[in-house]
C-alpha cells in the first residue's frame, strides 16, 4: 500500500525536466502559478492545443501579477469574458522555444499564438482584439541581466524565473500580465498623442484607421502638431486628413527591427498615395524629414512610431539633417512662434475593451487636442 503511494512520486521526480508536459510544468509551479492554472482550467479547449503544442515560449504570469490585473474592473470583466480571456491568454504564448539566453539588449519582435482571425479562417472585429494577421507580437529584450517582455501601450513584464522546460517548449514566470495591443485611438491617447487622436477624429479618420490591418503609422508628437499650428491660416478637413493619411503605412507592420535591417532605406506607399522615405543613418531613423524619436508602440492592427516633427504630403524629398539634434519642420512658410495649440497630460485611463478607445477620445481628451489643431494650422504647398 505504501509502496504504492510512493511509486507516481518516485517517477514524477524522475523525469528530465525535458521531458515534463506543460500540466506537469504548470503542477511544478503551483505555488506561483495557481491563478494562471485556474484560468488555464477554465479554458479546456485552450488548454487542449497548448498541451499538444510543440515549439512554444508560455510567458506565464505569477500570481500577484494576476492579482494586479483583476484588480482593475475593466480586466476583471475582460477575464470573465471567455473570448476575451482566451485572446489574452493566447498572446502569452510566443512561437518557437526562446530560452533566456537567446534574448539580447536589442529589442526583437516575436510573434503570438494572437492571430488575426479565428481558427476558421473568419475575422469578427467586434471579438478579435488582434488584426495583425500572422500574429500579434511581443518584444523581447534584456536590461542589465533581466530578460523584458514590452507588450501594448509600451508595459513591460520582467521575467522573474526563467528556463523550466517541457516537452514543448519553455516556460517563462513574469511579474505583470502583458497588456494584449490596443487600437491605435486608445494606444495615441495612452502615449499623450493627443492632438494626433484629436485630428483624427475631427476628420472622420479614428475608426478607418483602428479598422486597418497590418498598419505602421507614423505619429507626430503634440509638440510636432504645435509647431505647425498658426493663427493666420486654416486647414480645411480634407488637407487635413490628406497629411493624416500621409503618416499611415497600409499593408506593412514595419518593427524598428526591421527598419534597422531588412526594410532599412525603403521607400513605403502611404494611404494618401504619396510615399515616405524611411532612412537609416547615423543609428537614428528618420521618415522623410523627421526622426522618430519613440520606436514601437504595439498596436491591435500593427505598430506605432513617434515623429518629432508633422510629415508634409508636398514636401516628400525633405532631407534629415542626421547630425542635428532636432529636425527643421517640413512646412515652409509656417510660424513656430504662435503656437497656441497645447497638448492635454490628463489621459483617461484606458481598459482592455475595445469601445474604451473611442470613450476615452469621445471623453474630451481628444476632442481638446482636435478643437485646439483644427483651423489652427497652416501649411504651405497643399
Ligand atoms: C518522455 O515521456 C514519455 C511519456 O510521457 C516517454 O514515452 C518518452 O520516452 C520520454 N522521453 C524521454 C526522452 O525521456
Ligand atoms: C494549486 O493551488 C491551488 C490553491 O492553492 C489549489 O486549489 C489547486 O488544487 C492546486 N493545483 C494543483 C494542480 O496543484
Ligand atoms: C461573470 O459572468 C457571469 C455570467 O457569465 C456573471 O453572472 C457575473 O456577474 C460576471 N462577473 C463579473 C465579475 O463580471
Ligand atoms: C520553432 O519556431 C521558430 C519560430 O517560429 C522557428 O523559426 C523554428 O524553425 C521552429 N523550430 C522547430 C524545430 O520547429
Ligand atoms: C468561425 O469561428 C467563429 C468564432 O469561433 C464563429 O463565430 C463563426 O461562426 C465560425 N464560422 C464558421 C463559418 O464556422
Ligand atoms: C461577432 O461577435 C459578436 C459577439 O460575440 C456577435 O454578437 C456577432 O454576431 C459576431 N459577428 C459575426 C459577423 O460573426
Ligand atoms: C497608459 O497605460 C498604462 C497601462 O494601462 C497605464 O499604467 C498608464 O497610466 C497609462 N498612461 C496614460 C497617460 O494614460
Ligand atoms: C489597405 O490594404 C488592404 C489590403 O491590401 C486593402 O484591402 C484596403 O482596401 C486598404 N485600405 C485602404 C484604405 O487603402
Ligand atoms: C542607409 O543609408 C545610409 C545613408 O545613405 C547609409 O549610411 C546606411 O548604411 C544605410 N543602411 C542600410 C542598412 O542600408
Ligand atoms: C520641406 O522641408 C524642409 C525641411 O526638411 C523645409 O526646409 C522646406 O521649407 C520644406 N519645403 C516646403 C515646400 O514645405
Not at 484588480?71 to 512561437?95: E, F, G, M, R, W
Not at 508628437?221 to 493624416?244: H, K, P, R, Y
Request: charged share 10%.
Amino acid at each position: 500500500m505504501r509502496l504504492k503511494n510512493l511509486l507516481p512520486i518516485a517517477l514524477a521526480s524522475l523525469a528530465t525536466a525535458q521531458n515534463m508536459s506543460l500540466a506537469q510544468a504548470l503542477a511544478s509551479q503551483n505555488a506561483t502559478l495557481s491563478t494562471l492554472n485556474s484560468l488555464l482550467a477554465g479554458q479546456p479547449q485552450l488548454l487542449k492545443t497548448l498541451s499538444s503544442a510543440r515549439n512554444i515560449t508560455l510567458i506565464a504570469p505569477s500570481n500577484t501579477a494576476f492579482s494586479n490585473f483583476l484588480a482593475d474592473p475593466a480586466n476583471k470583466a475582460a477575464a470573465n469574458d471567455s473570448n476575451t480571456l482566451t485572446q489574452v491568454l493566447q498572446y502569452h504564448v510566443l512561437s518557437g522555444t526562446i530560452a533566456a539566453s537567446a534574448f539580447t539588449n536589442t529589442q526583437q519582435f516575436i510573434r503570438t499564438m494572437l492571430m488575426g482571425s479565428s481558427s476558421n479562417g473568419t475575422t469578427n472585429a467586434t471579438t478579435t482584439l488582434s488584426t495583425v494577421t500572422r500574429g500579434q507580437v511581443v518584444g523581447g529584450m534584456t536590461t542589465g541581466n533581466k530578460v523584458v517582455i514590452m507588450s501594448g501601450l509600451k508595459q513591460i513584464s520582467t521575467v522573474q524565473t526563467a528556463n523550466i522546460m517541457f516537452t514543448g517548449g519553455v516556460m517563462h514566470i513574469v511579474d505583470t500580465v502583458l497588456t494584449v495591443p490596443q487600437p491605435p485611438s486608445n494606444s495615441a491617447v495612452n502615449s499623450s498623442l493627443t492632438s494626433l487622436a484629436g485630428a483624427l477624429k475631427s476628420t472622420n479618420l479614428l475608426t478607418a484607421i483602428d479598422s486597418l490591418k497590418d498598419v505602421t503609422i507614423f505619429a507626430p508628437s503634440n509638440d510636432a502638431f504645435a509647431a505647425i499650428s498658426s493663427d493666420t491660416s486654416t486647414l480645411t478637413t480634407q488637407q487635413l486628413a490628406g497629411i493624416l493619411k500621409y503618416h499611415v503605412i497600409n499593408g506593412s507592420v514595419a518593427y524598428s527591427s526591421l527598419i534597422t535591417t531588412s526594410l532599412a532605406n525603403q521607400s513605403f506607399p502611404t494611404l494618401s498615395g504619396g510615399s515616405v522615405n524611411v532612412r537609416v543613418e547615423d543609428s537614428k531613423v528618420f521618415v522623410n524629414s523627421a526622426q522618430v524619436t519613440i520606436t514601437d508602440i504595439l498596436v491591435s492592427n500593427g505598430v506605432i512610431h513617434v515623429l518629432d516633427n508633422v510629415l508634409n504630403p508636398a514636401n516628400t524629398t525633405a532631407l534629415p539633417i542626421p547630425m542635428a539634434t532636432s529636425q527643421p519642420i517640413a512646412f515652409a512658410d509656417v510660424s513656430t512662434s504662435t503656437s497656441r495649440l497645447t497638448a492635454s497630460t490628463a489621459a483617461p485611463s484606458v481598459t482592455a475593451s475595445k469601445a474604451g478607445a473611442v470613450r476615452a477620445i469621445e471623453s474630451g481628451v481628444g476632442v481638446a487636442g482636435m478643437a485646439a489643431l483644427f483651423g489652427m494650422v497652416a501649411v504651405a504647398g497643399l
